[in-house]
Each structure stands twice: as C-alpha cells, then as structure tokens.
C-alpha cells in the first residue's frame, strides 16, 4: 500500500524566516509530486509539482526531489502570514493504461508568526 | 472557467438516509477523482472515473458506497443507508490527460457532510 509521510506540526516560523516542509514516500514507482496548501475550511490548491531529481523554483517557492531517498521537500523564502495553512504532499504513480488517483500525505500545519 | 463544482456544499441528515453528492468536472477534463477527507484519516481516494469509466473503485469503503459518471460533465456519489461514521469532507476533483504525468488535478470546493 502506497505511503505518504509527513511530520503533522505544528511548525512555528517567524515571518521573513524559510519554511522547510518536508515529505517521504513509499512508492518507488511514483513518478509526480505536489505539494498542495489548504487554508482551513477550503478545498486543497497546487502550489508546487515536481518530476525530475533536484530542485524546482517558483517564485518564494522551491520544491526538491530525491528519488534515491523517496523524499520531497518544499521550502517558502520569505514566509508571509498568509503562508500559515496546511501543505499537503501528494504522489502520483502513472501507469501506462492511465493515472491513479494521488496519494496524499496528512499534512504539515504551518504558523508563520509576525 | 468555473472549475470542478459541486453540490451540496453542506449537508445535514439522519443516520439510515440516503446521501448523494454531484460534481460537475471542468470542461475538457477526462479524469475525475472522489476524495474522503477527515481529521483522522486525511485525504483518501474513494473512486477515480475515466472517459466516464470507472477504474479504480478500491478505496470505496464499503458497499453502501457507489459512485456513477453518466456523462462527461456529471457525476454522484451515493451513501445509502449513511451512517455518523461517514461525516467528512468529500471533494470532487478532475484532471486532463494531455501532458500525462503532468496534469494538475483541480480540487473542487467539496460537500460537508454530517451525519447525526
């Protein structure tokens, strides 16, 4: 069975700080990664998607794969109070008779403090 | 675009009625999930259809679950009898499939459920 871990937090960072979020799964044969933000009471929303080994940058966000280690990781530059949410790692293994549904982790609880 | 929507946005009912949930994906998608979200569980995957079809109902709880996709731009999710243990949040969400693994799968603003 697929697995998506991720620590639950609280985690705590001053504004203007870097946020580091952090995701390790089960499924070597995985090949799609999000990282999603859910505000409370809200639907989840892309923030980030990752394919290939290394890091991937948009804007105060940067998402980094390692598929040797089976590890995500997002980090947000310049935390914002709006940034507090719940990020949500999620895993896609696409076959060649179509795509699974994700796999999601149970997220991380963000507080950026001002 | 109006995104994935969907209906109900809350509901209230008694355990032993029946449920059912619609959504309505974005135009153009071929894939459409259903997802379960509760505190202790997180966000799973119920049933995923595509082209209409569905492929993977494995996370479909039991039998008091189905799910159906008539057309293209409809499809519901049925609990009948429902019971307490069933309130969650259900979203609905829809993906295309031109750039594969690529695809963004859109989240609805999904359906509150309670069942007392």
Redesign the interface.
């Given at each position: 069975q697929k697995e998506v871990e991720q620590n639950s937090g609280p985690l705590s960072v001053p504004e203007g700080a870097i946020a580091s979020l952090n995701c390790t799964y089960s499924d070597r044969g995985s090949?799609?990664f999000?990282w999603y933000r859910q505000y409370s009471g809200?639907?989840?929303?892309?923030i980030m998607?990752i394919?290939s080994n290394g890091d991937k940058e948009d804007g105060r966000f940067t998402a980094q794969l390692n598929k040797a280690s089976q590890y995500v990781s997002l980090l947000i530059r310049d935390s914002q109070p709006s940034d507090s949410a719940t990020y949500?790692c999620a895993v896609?293994e696409?076959s060649g008779g179509?795509?699974?549904?994700?796999?999601?982790?149970?997220?991380t609880h963000l507080i950026i403090q001002p | 675009d109006a995104g994935v929507i969907q209906s109900p946005r809350h509901e209230v009912t008694e355990m032993g009625q029946e449920v059912t949930l619609r959504c309505k994906p974005i135009s153009g998608h071929d894939y459409l999930f259903w997802y379960r979200q509760t505190m202790m569980r997180g966000l799973e995957l119920l049933i995923y259809f595509n082209n209409n079809v569905p492929i993977d109902d494995s996370g479909m709880p039991e039998d008091r679950f189905s799910a159906k996709m008539p057309n293209a731009s409809f499809s519901t999710l049925k609990i009948q009898p429902s019971e307490p243990r069933d309130s969650a949040v259900y979203f609905c969400a829809s993906r295309g499939s031109g750039q594969g693994v690529q695809e963004t799968q859109y989240f609805g603003p999904g359906t509150r459920l309670l069942v007392l």
């Open positions: 090949q799609s999000f809200k639907s989840p929303e892309l998607s394919y949500l896609l696409f179509g795509a699974d549904g994700l796999t999601f982790g149970k997220g | -």
